[in-house]
C-alpha cells in the first residue's frame, strides 16, 4: 500500500500583468521576516526600548538578508556562472533573448544571509552604541520564527529536494519526479519552529537565562546542528558536491556551530564567576 503524498502546488498564487508572478515563496519570506519583526518589537516594549531604534535595525536586517542571502548562494553554490555574469547577482530580471524577464532572486543561502544579518547587526549596535549580545539575542529569537517561514516557502516551490526514502512513505515532487522522498524543508520548517518556541521560552523566564549572548549562542548551535544533521536527507544542490563525504551545506554549518558553543560557553563561565567571586 502506498502511504506517500503527492504534492503538485503550483508555486505562483496569481501573475499579474503576465510579467510580475507573485509566489507563495515571496509572500512566506515576507510573513517570516513580519512576524519575526513583531516577536522582537514586543520584546523592545517590554524592556522600553527606542521603537524608532527597531525600525532602524528592521531595515538593516531586510537588506542584509536579501543581500547576503544571494551572494551567499551565488558565491557558494555557483561562482564559476555568477562571476561571469555579476549582474545576475544583484539584479531580479533579465535581458535574455532580447526581452525583459522578471526572475525573482532564484537561489539564495541561508548561511549568506545570517552573516550579511550579523553584520547589519553589528553596524546597528554601533550606531546606536547598544549592547551587541543583548540586540543578537532578541533577533535570534524573531530569526529562528522567519526561518520557519521560508523553509515552508522552499516545500511551495517543490526546492530543495530530500532525498528517496526507499520506502512506500514520503512525499512525491510531481513537478519534480515521481520519486518518494524525504519532506527535507517540512524537516527543517519544524525544527526551526521548534528552536524558536525554545529560545523565546528562555527568553520570557529571565532566571533560566545566562549572561546576554546566551540566547544567540543558543541559536547558532541548535540551527546549525539541525541543518546539518537535516542535509544527510537532502539531495546535493550542485553537481560538484557529489563526491564530497559532506556538502556544503554541511561544510559551512560547523563554523557556525562551533562559534554558537564557543559563545555558549564563554557566556555561562562568566555567569559562574560572577557568582562564584560574590
Given at each position: 500500500?502506498?502511504?506517500?503524498?503527492?504534492?503538485?502546488?503550483?508555486?505562483?498564487?496569481?501573475?499579474?500583468?503576465?510579467?510580475?508572478?507573485?509566489?507563495?515563496?515571496?509572500?512566506?519570506?515576507?510573513?517570516?521576516?513580519?512576524?519575526?519583526?513583531?516577536?522582537?518589537?514586543?520584546?523592545?516594549?517590554?524592556?522600553?526600548?527606542?521603537?524608532?531604534?527597531?525600525?532602524?535595525?528592521?531595515?538593516?536586517?531586510?537588506?542584509?538578508?536579501?543581500?547576503?542571502?544571494?551572494?551567499?548562494?551565488?558565491?557558494?553554490?555557483?561562482?564559476?556562472?555568477?562571476?561571469?555574469?555579476?549582474?545576475?547577482?544583484?539584479?531580479?530580471?533579465?535581458?535574455?533573448?532580447?526581452?525583459?524577464?522578471?526572475?525573482?532572486?532564484?537561489?539564495?543561502?541561508?548561511?549568506?544571509?545570517?552573516?550579511?544579518?550579523?553584520?547589519?547587526?553589528?553596524?546597528?549596535?554601533?550606531?546606536?552604541?547598544?549592547?551587541?549580545?543583548?540586540?543578537?539575542?532578541?533577533?535570534?529569537?524573531?530569526?529562528?520564527?522567519?526561518?520557519?517561514?521560508?523553509?515552508?516557502?522552499?516545500?511551495?516551490?517543490?526546492?530543495i529536494l530530500g532525498k528517496?526514502?526507499?520506502?512506500?512513505?514520503?512525499?512525491?515532487?510531481?513537478?519534480?519526479?515521481?520519486?518518494?522522498?524525504?519532506?527535507?524543508?517540512?524537516?527543517?520548517?519544524?525544527?526551526?519552529?521548534?528552536?524558536?518556541?525554545?529560545?523565546?521560552?528562555?527568553?520570557?523566564?529571565?532566571?533560566?537565562?545566562?549572561?546576554?549572548?546566551?540566547?544567540?549562542?543558543?541559536?547558532?548551535?541548535?540551527?546549525?546542528?539541525?541543518?546539518?544533521?537535516?542535509?544527510?536527507?537532502?539531495?546535493?544542490?550542485?553537481?560538484?558536491e557529489d563526491g564530497m563525504?559532506?556538502?556544503?551545506?554541511?561544510?559551512?554549518?560547523?563554523?557556525?556551530?562551533?562559534?554558537?558553543?564557543?559563545?555558549?560557553?564563554?557566556?555561562?563561565?562568566?555567569?559562574?564567576?560572577?557568582?562564584?567571586?560574590?
Amino acid at each position: 500500500m502506498i502511504a506517500a503524498i503527492t504534492w503538485n502546488v503550483d508555486p505562483v498564487i496569481v501573475d499579474l500583468f503576465g510579467v510580475f508572478p507573485l509566489r507563495y515563496y515571496s509572500l512566506l519570506f515576507a510573513s517570516g521576516l513580519f512576524f519575526g519583526y513583531m516577536v522582537v518589537k514586543n520584546m523592545f516594549k517590554k524592556e522600553k526600548l527606542s521603537l524608532e531604534n527597531l525600525d532602524t535595525l528592521a531595515f538593516y536586517i531586510f537588506i542584509a538578508t536579501i543581500i547576503g542571502a544571494r551572494l551567499g548562494h551565488c558565491l557558494f553554490y555557483e561562482p564559476e556562472y555568477y562571476l561571469k555574469h555579476p549582474l545576475e547577482m544583484i539584479l531580479p530580471f533579465n535581458f535574455k533573448g532580447g526581452g525583459f524577464h522578471y526572475t525573482g532572486f532564484q537561489g539564495l543561502a541561508s548561511h549568506g544571509g545570517i552573516l550579511g544579518v550579523f553584520i547589519a547587526i553589528w553596524l546597528y549596535a554601533r550606531k546606536t552604541k547598544s549592547n551587541i549580545f543583548s540586540v543578537l539575542d532578541k533577533v535570534a529569537v524573531g530569526g529562528a520564527l522567519a526561518g520557519a517561514f521560508i523553509r515552508l516557502g522552499n516545500l511551495m516551490n517543490s526546492e530543495i529536494l530530500g532525498k528517496a526514502t526507499g520506502s512506500n512513505f514520503g512525499v512525491i515532487f510531481k513537478k519534480v519526479d515521481n520519486v518518494i522522498r524525504h519532506p527535507a524543508q517540512l524537516y527543517e520548517s519544524l525544527a526551526y519552529f521548534a528552536i524558536f518556541f525554545i529560545l523565546l521560552y528562555l527568553y520570557q523566564n529571565k532566571h533560566l537565562k545566562k549572561q546576554d549572548g546566551y540566547i544567540f549562542g543558543l541559536f547558532f548551535t541548535l540551527l546549525f546542528l539541525s541543518r546539518f544533521i537535516i542535509e544527510f536527507f537532502k539531495i546535493n544542490q550542485v553537481s560538484f558536491e557529489d563526491g564530497m563525504s559532506l556538502n556544503m551545506g554541511q561544510l559551512l554549518s560547523i563554523p557556525f556551530m562551533v562559534a554558537g558553543m564557543v559563545v555558549m560557553y564563554l557566556k555561562r563561565k562568566k555567569t559562574v564567576s560572577k557568582k562564584t567571586k560574590v
